[in-house]
Every structure is written in C-alpha cells, then in structure tokens.
C-alpha cells in the first residue's frame, strides 16, 4: 500500500477527445510525477509537479497538461486524443526529506478508439 | 542521452533457483540508480536504490544489487525465488538530484516455475 490512489481505474475515450486523470498522493508529498506506461515498455516522464508548479517535462506535447491542488491531489489531461495515447497512466509522489522515495499508484488503463 | 538497457526481455527460473537481472546504463556521471517491480495490476513497487557509499545494496524481498561504475551496470540478483517473485522488473535511473525523473528499462518478465 502506497498512499496513492488513482482514479478511474480503466477508461474508454474515442480518439479526438479529451480526458482527465486523477491522482491521491499522502498528506506531506508535495511533488508528483506523472508517467505513460504503453504496453510492452517502460514508463516514460511526462512532467513533475511541485508546489503546484510544472517543474520538468518529458518529450510530450502541450496537450498533455496536469494540475497539482493543496490538498496533495493532481490531474493530468490530454486533449485531441490520438490512438497512440492508449496507455497506462502512472501517478507518482514523493515525500520531502533525505530519502525522497517516489511512490506509484496503480494507474489509470486508458484505451483510445 | 540518459539510457537504460535491460538486454533481457523475458527470464524463466525454477523456484528456489538464483536469480540475476541485468541492467546497463548510459549517462554522464554517476546517476541514481533504482530496480522497481510491478505485478499485474499494480503500480511500481521499489525494491532497492543507489545513490552513493557501498556498491551492493540491499532491498526488499530478499534483493540485492551491485553497482559497478566500470561496466555502467546496476543488475538485480537473488539466491533463491519464490513463486510471488513472479513479475516485471524495471531498472531506473535519474540524474544526480533529479529522482522524481525516473528514466526506465523496458523492463524482464520473470516466470517462476515450480
């Protein structure tokens, strides 16, 4: 058990449209990361929040944005989805201290038609 | 460019066999070096990381992992597996005071058999 939740747990979306994913991350992580798992590789950096600032960016377009809020919770959306986004979507959150752990939850299964 | 190789994309083990994954990474200097596993339907769980001191380090599960700056390898090893090892395994590497960027392996398979 992690501390991360995130939500929904599958997701059915046609292309060309937009959706939003939402992460949970434990009381006193203020930075979160999100990452695309596509099926068959690794995860790959999306971008990293920090104080509810973009602090880091992969190589994916402007139309992936997130939100990070107070209360320790994120969003991450994608507009004008492509076929190429079906992926698993992976949260994850670090504490502040030495040890600065990254801590992932489950993700989101998006699948785009 | 920052890389990770996992040159294994499936291993089978029989249970109670030793175990190694390798890992080969290409960065700069030394970056920290983290082995995640992610059972089906599950986010990543860390097993171990290295970020700098003694060169085998101990993780859950019974895991280690040796650094060796030479080779640029991080590989994962076990004595014995158990059946619940059964999994992916990924190798992560993120520059030096940059952890939240991981960047991943494509990761192993590990089948166990009993």
């Known amino acids: 058990e992690t501390g991360v939740t995130q939500s929904p747990t599958h997701l059915i979306k046609t292309r060309g449209q937009q959706v939003t994913l939402r992460c949970s991350s434990q009381?006193?992580?203020?930075?979160v990361s999100w990452y695309q798992q596509a099926l068959g590789q690794g995860p790959q950096f999306i971008f990293q929040?920090?104080?509810?600032?973009?602090?880091g960016r992969g190589n994916f377009p402007p139309r992936f944005s997130g939100l990070q809020f107070p209360n320790y919770s994120s969003e991450l959306n994608v507009n004008a989805l492509e076929l190429d986004d079906s992926a698993l979507y992976l949260c994850?959150?670090?504490?502040?201290?030495?040890?600065?752990?990254?801590?992932f939850g489950a993700g989101t299964r998006l699948s785009v038609l | 460019a920052q890389s990770v190789t996992q040159p294994d994309i499936h291993i089978t083990v029989s249970e109670g066999a030793s175990l190694e994954l390798r890992c080969n990474y290409s960065?700069?200097?030394?970056?920290?070096l983290f082995w995640y596993v992610q059972s089906p339907g599950q986010g990543l769980q860390l097993l171990l990381k290295?970020?700098?001191?003694?060169?085998l380090v101990q993780g859950i599960k019974g895991f280690e992992a040796e650094f060796k700056r030479s080779q640029s390898s991080f590989n994962l090893r076990k004595p014995s597996v158990h059946w619940s090892d059964a999994a992916e395994y990924f190798c992560?590497?993120?520059?030096?005071?940059?952890?939240?960027?991981?960047?991943f392996g494509a990761g192993t398979r590990l089948a166990v058999h009993p």
């Open positions: 929040y920090y104080r509810e600032e973009e602090n």
């Open positions: 009381s006193g992580h203020n930075t």
């Open positions: 290295y970020f700098s001191g003694d060169t």
């Open positions: 960065y700069g200097a030394t970056p920290y």
């Open positions: 994850a959150s670090t504490s502040a201290g030495p040890e600065n752990i990254q801590y």
């Open positions: 992560a590497v993120a520059p030096s005071g940059g952890y939240n960027k991981l960047i």
